[in-house]
């Protein structure tokens, strides 16, 4: 196995706080590794495991704890697995780098086979939507529903800004520079919740994400036989590329997309938004939990 952390007492520093944001949940919850040729992959998991299974990838550098805001109100209608995506800050322990959509597809596929569910709904923040197209694209069967959250690339490509902001914080990884990035994130400007914060600045102070996957935009023709129950969620205020022309591209490749543009949201979105995303999550879910693909 390859480390992301600079040394063996860096990664439990990094663990205690994982630990601490877990408690932001407010839910009880369960945790396994589930081994792929990829790495050992960290899963956490909440909810009845009885219910549909929904299945998330989380924001880039931000791990499945992001997802503290969301899963209370989720667990009422599925068993939730928060994944901590493979070479990404985390729990997750690579064997190497990931470096390709097709990689990141397989190891997705080997995951889930861990798990073994057939078929699962899915969501994904930012990478984490750009991965969860790029899996349901080559298995739609196996994908019941899909949901994402102001999806990194896919439908537009990502603003030169976006790399002038991220990047001095993960190459000089002071508190400030984080903050700087990660207000810039939101609407409001405001900072992190002190137990996450603390977590994102381990993370960014003593690891280096071995995730080599570039969040690209799709072509109209991977859309094609395109048929999986899609849910796109971008804030009107969003930052990585223009929201409504985000928007247009995704209906237009996928004519049944249901399409928000949330008031007042910026890419912080599941996070600051937390209300209206969850609603909005749980009626599209509730909506097509009698058919499993649109006629």
Sequence with gaps: MRSIFRNQEAELAYERCYEESLTLFELAYSSCYVKTSFGDTHVVCFGDRNKKPLMLLHGMTMSSTMWYPNVKHWVQDRCVYAIDVMGDFGRSKPAGVMKSRREARQ????VLDGLSYPQVDLAGHSMGGFLSLNFALAYPELVSRLMLYAPAGTFHRVSFQFFTKIYPALLFHTENRIDRAFQWFSASGAPLLPVFRSQVI???????PLLRVTPTVFSSE??????TPTLL??????????????????????????GHLITGASHALTIEN?????TITLDFLKQHDTANRLP
């Design 233 to 258: 969620l971008v804030g009107d205020q969003e930052v990585i590329y223009p929201a409504k022309r985000a928007i247009a591209n995704a209906q237009e490749m996928i004519p049944h997309v249901k």
């Design 274 to 278: 937390a209300d209206i995303i969850n």
């Design 202 to 208: 381990a993370g960014y102070r003593n690891a280096k």
């Design 222 to 227: 991977e859309f094609e036989n395109f048929r």
């Design 107 to 110: 190891w997705l596929l080997e």
